[in-house]
């Protein structure tokens, strides 16, 4: 019998043996995650470096819709040991955290580490540990240290010697007490958007070679820093590494749109994801060669998106243990029409594809000006990810949604509710490996250049006290449920299905 026709007796026999089976497997694991800047605080505390979002809110408070900024953010640099608690609370058996690049290295080079950056992550990590959490961390959540901006950051290709330098350190002072590893957060924002929009940091407009150089260094950096991990220290730690792609699941508009929305698709994901899990690896060809003839008309003798050479595909093919997917929204995809303009979100630079993004109507709005629910999005990427590279293991690390302020927040409840229930469609009917999942996020906190206005925390933070003190909301209680009993409750979500 197909789902269809189940829900259909249900809902004439009213019997309850037919619903759906909402229960996660055993060993699925459950999370939440956070970012260094979006929650440390301490920004100059000790000898840290400064950071490129330092520099951005600093030089420029106006680019940030609320004039706040990280400098205290969720103070999680003193108030660390609240975190722990509230992880506690909550059951989770992961925290997802971010390492500061600068904090770690005030020059951004490991001719210094920094004592009291080191000892911050160490109690961090310990704390969760004696808690029975386990620390998944991120190596990079776009705080680069400004010293390295300065010299190119990621538009220089000697930021992969950068990163990796980096990563050795991390992986050799944490490694033994961390498992689980993401080198890179969303290459998609740290490229694609951010030379595309100018109003991220650093903000600097580069959309054609600034963009392009960047993603293959991004894909270089994290290659190189797999690769060391599996040479050097999984040997003795046995950790997973991997890099953290954002995903907007693209659907055409209407069926002549199907191509376009495979190449959005293909510069969204593919074009970070192609070259690491394909068994063939390098760009996604399609994408690779729809921007070198949009490009060549442009006038570029050369292709802007640097070509890999064989050596760099077989090194870059296959640096993963898993996929990390975040995910949070949707678009319709269609051709531009004529004298039409174009946004940098969410496609970067969509003048390449000549492309436009629109709102289903039935999906309903957030206070993210970016964000639109539409859940069935989870599932289609997820089957689409495994279409391509194949039956491999899936980790959801980041989704959730914004609100406004208050603790009775009933919007985020329905929407873990309905995207968790499309993930589970995604593993029980269409066999997707996925083994964990990761609230965005575990607090609210310095949301980029929505400042503090927009929440997305399960626990809510009064920014306006100086002990930054953290209350739970509904959504809190929903979700420490959820990981009690590992079974999802479909609640008020039921009547609509
Ligand atoms: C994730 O990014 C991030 O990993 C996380 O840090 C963030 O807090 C969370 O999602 C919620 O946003 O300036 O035009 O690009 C998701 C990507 C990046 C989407 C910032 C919205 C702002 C619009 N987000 N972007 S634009």
């Known amino acids: 019998m197909n789902r269809k026709s189940i829900v259909v007796l249900c809902t004439v026999l009213a019997v309850t043996s037919c619903v759906e089976d909402l229960t996660f497997p055993p060993g699925f694991l459950w999370g939440a995650a956070t970012a260094a800047y979006q929650v440390e605080g301490g920004w100059n505390a000790s000898d840290k470096g400064e950071s490129v979002w330092d520099r951005l809110s600093h030089e420029h408070p106006e680019m940030i819709t609320d004039l706040t900024n990280g400098d205290v953010a969720c103070d999680s640099y003193h108030l660390w040991r609240r975190d722990i608690e509230m992880a506690k609370e909550l059951g989770l058996q992961f925290y997802r955290l971010s390492i500061s690049w600068p904090r770690l290295l005030p020059s951004g080079f490991p001719n210094h580490i920094s004592e009291d950056g080191k000892n911050y992550y160490n109690n961090l990590i310990d704390g969760l540990l004696e808690k029975g959490i386990e620390p998944f961390v991120t190596l990079y959540h776009w705080d680069l240290p400004q010293s390295l901006q300065d010299l190119g ?212 709005t957030t206070l993210s000006f970016w964000f639109f629910v539409h859940p069935e999005g989870i599932r289609r990427q997820l089957v689409w990810l495994k279409q391509q590279y194949g039956d491999i293991e899936f980790v959801v690390t980041e989704n959730g949604r914004s609100t406004q302020a208050g603790l009775d927040d009933q919007d985020r409840i329905d929407y873990y509710r309905k995207y968790l229930r499309q993930i589970l469609l995604a593993m029980k009917e269409d066999g997707v490996n996925v083994t964990g999942y990761t609230a965005w996020t575990l607090m609210d906190n310095f949301e980029w250049m929505d400042g503090l206005s927009n929440k997305f925390g399960l626990y809510e933070v009064d920014f306006n006290d100086p002990l930054r003190t953290r209350t739970p909301r509904a959504s809190a209680n929903f979700y420490s449920n959820l990981i009690k009993t590992n079974t999802l409750d479909l609640g008020t979500i039921q009547d609509e299905l």
């Open 153 to 364: 950051g990621w538009t220089n290709p000697l930021v992969a010697d950068w990163f990796v330098d980096y990563a050795r350190v991390a992986y050799t002072l944490f490694g033994d007490r961390v498992r689980w590893w993401i080198t890179i957060n969303e290459p998609l924002i740290i490229c694609d958007v951010v030379y595309s929009s100018g109003i991220l940091a650093p903000p600097i407009m580069s959309p054609e070679v600034g963009a392009h150089l960047c993603s293959k260094n991004v894909v270089m950096a994290h290659a190189k820093a797999y690769r060391l991990y599996d040479e050097e220290f999984r040997p003795k730690y046995h950790g997973k590494v991997s890099l953290a792609n954002h995903h907007i699941w693209f659907e055409p508009l209407s069926p002549a749109d199907a191509e376009l929305a495979e190449l959005a698709r293909e510069n969204c994901v593919g074009k970070y994801a192609h070259p690491i899990y394909s068994k063939v690896g390098g760009w996604p060809p399609a994408l690779e060669k729809a921007l070198g003839d949009y490009y060549s008309k442009q006038g570029y003798s050369k292709p802007i998106l640097p070509p890999f050479t064989q050596k760099e595909i077989e090194y870059v093919r296959g640096t993963f243990d898993f996929y990390a997917l975040n995910q949070y929204t949707s678009r319709l995809i269609r051709p531009a029409r004529e004298g039409e303009t174009f946004e940098p979100w969410p496609l970067g630079d969509a003048i390449q594809l000549n492309a436009k993004t629109e709102r289903d109507e039935s999906w309903s």
